[in-house]
């Protein structure tokens, strides 16, 4: 479970997973916005409608979603820097909506800007809600967090992360933003994604084969064909050639990672680092990767205040392959700690990996 969920984190954040596959979209950019239609406010002031000559960001998010979750408090940090614009964090594909109003007010001050659920019919599957239909699938949006900024014309400007919405919102604020170049820049967006979708069966064959040498030929044949699709199957190469036992190849890439937007994502850099330490590998990295692995585990500890029970565990494992297996026991206890009350407490292999510690501990004494 903690190897998938190291996983689907970072490609629910970043996108890393597979190519995206193009779909119809009722709804783009310079469209009118729908309907707000939501069950109910649980924080803030309720919005009947969106109102004309007011300016409005409409974000997706869910309860059982961690990108979402790591996103809350800079979507407060834009609400306070933007009074003027009214922020509406709508719940949606929620497994349990009686799990909303508990965890947004254990957020408290750390979510500080309207809350509502969507309006899911009595009986009905979340995707049938009208906030999710006419919203994200009608946008042709899969996964969450998803941002829709609407500016005062009540039409779409802006569609993306929350994460990468700083720009165009002061932009769309200040009036300074150019919808015709965002449309056109949407549309090629589009093209590109109809082009990588023909790979998707492909990609998926190599991702099944459980040959990483196809792989990554597979990877490096799409991005020669498609070269936007260099963004989203870099990280998934990286976690390839670390399995091929291609050290070198490895560990170019994943300095370039390194440098890069991933670099600066705590779990971007708990994914680098656990592709390298991930006991199930068969080819058992060098003492170089193992340094990148420590290197991309500490900074991303620290980005959490060490606060995260997922990068402790990494952190751990990257000190014990390193040699110190001192502070991989101090290390693997304190995510065993942060674990508790979390859906990790049962997780078996982190018990593992902590006698596995204690034990070489006591043998060097």
Not at 147 to 163: E, Q, S, Y
Not at 342 to 349: A, K, R, V
């Amino acid at each position: 479970m903690i190897k998938s969920a190291r996983w689907t984190a970072l490609a629910l954040l970043t996108g890393l997973s597979a190519l995206p596959v193009a779909r119809a979209e009722d709804l783009g950019l310079g469209d009118p916005a729908p309907k707000l239609e939501v069950k109910e406010f649980v924080k803030g002031e309720p919005v009947k409608a969106l109102e004309p000559g007011k300016f409005h960001v409409v974000e997706f998010w869910a309860t059982w979603c961690g990108p979402c979750r790591a996103t809350i408090p800079h979507l407060t940090e834009l609400q306070k820097k933007h009074p003027e614009v009214q922020f509406i964090g709508v719940s949606v594909w929620e497994q349990d909506q009686d799990a909303v109003k508990p965890f947004v007010e254990e957020m408290g001050d750390k979510m500080d800007y309207r809350v509502a659920t969507d309006a899911v019919p009595e009986k009905g599957d979340a995707d049938d809600a009208p906030m999710a239909k006419n919203w994200m699938k009608a946008a042709g949006q899969n996964g969450i967090p998803t941002a829709f900024i609407v500016n005062k014309d009540l039409k779409v400007a802006w569609i993306g992360h929350p994460g990468e919405m700083d720009e165009p919102l002061e932009k769309i604020v200040n009036g300074s933003w150019d919808l015709n170049t965002a449309i056109a820049e949407a549309k090629k967006a589009k093209e590109e994604q109809a082009k990588m979708a023909k790979f998707q069966e492909k990609l998926q064959k190599a991702m099944q084969s459980d040959d990483p040498k196809k792989l990554v030929e597979t990877i490096d044949e799409i991005i020669k064909e498609v070269p936007a699709a260099e963004k989203n199957l870099t990280a998934m190469k990286f976690n390839a050639l670390v399995r091929t036992g291609d050290e070198d190849s490895a560990l170019a890439l994943g300095k370039t990672l390194m440098a890069g937007e991933l670099g600066e994502n705590s779990q971007g850099l708990n994914f680098l680092a656990w592709a390298i330490v991930d006991p199930e590998v068969k080819q058992k990295p060098g003492p170089k990767l193992i340094a990148l692995a420590l290197e991309a585990a500490k900074k991303g500890d620290a980005m959490e205040d060490g606060k995260s029970p997922f990068l402790a565990d990494t952190l751990a494992k990257a000190y014990f392959d390193s040699g110190d297996a001192a502070k991989a026991l101090e290390t693997q206890k304190r995510a065993i700690e942060l674990a508790k009350g979390t859906d990790l407490e049962e997780e078996t292999s982190l018990k593992d990996r902590l006698e596995q510690y204690q034990k070489a501990v006591d043998k060097k004494d």
